[in-house]
């Protein structure tokens, strides 16, 4: 099923089809002066790069022109460290915030923006951490295990 051309309405049927779960965010935002909703899931994306290489040059609004539409602006703009595709297919855009990814719903679009932002948490900051149930150790222990040594 192809999505609605309402930024809250696809977020909230998005929000919906994950059972209105907690983990579910759902940022409101003006891109160009129209309203737009990002949806991704906490704890599979980078929350950095969503803030810094998203979020803060799609509100910018010295970033954008009136003289062309939103959406041919995003495609032409460089989001540093992010890839980008589009989708219609509201199915394929669930599953594309299951893998970690944001989507970007703009009020007045027939296709929404997917954002690459998978990231995982590092806990603490010894450099030990668990990266998709993984331990992984110190990057000196690392390199120490693959020279023969401990």
Avoid: C, Y
């Avoid at 003006?30 to 994306?45: I, P």
């Avoid at 803030?51 to 803060?56: L, P």
Wanted: net charge negative; aromatic share 8%.
């Amino acid at each position: 099923m192809d999505i609605l051309q309402n930024a809250l309405k696809n977020a909230r049927t998005v929000s919906e089809e994950f059972g209105n779960s907690f983990d579910l965010v759902i940022r409101e935002l003006s891109v160009n002066g129209k309203n737009a909703a990002a949806v991704s899931l906490d704890g599979m994306v980078d929350e950095m790069k969503i803030t810094e290489s998203i979020i803060k040059p799609l509100t910018n609004k010295h970033d954008f022109s009136r003289m062309s539409s939103t959406s041919e602006q995003i495609r032409t703009k460089a989001f540093k460290g992010v890839s980008m595709s589009e989708e219609s297919n509201r199915e394929k855009l669930s599953e594309a915030v299951a893998d970690g990814n944001l989507v970007l719903f703009i009020d007045g679009e027939d296709s929404a923006f997917v954002f690459s932002v998978q990231g995982f948490p590092n806990q603490g900051d010894s450099g030990v951490g668990l990266v998709q149930n993984r331990f992984l150790p110190p990057p000196a222990a690392v390199g120490a295990l693959v020279n023969g040594f401990f």
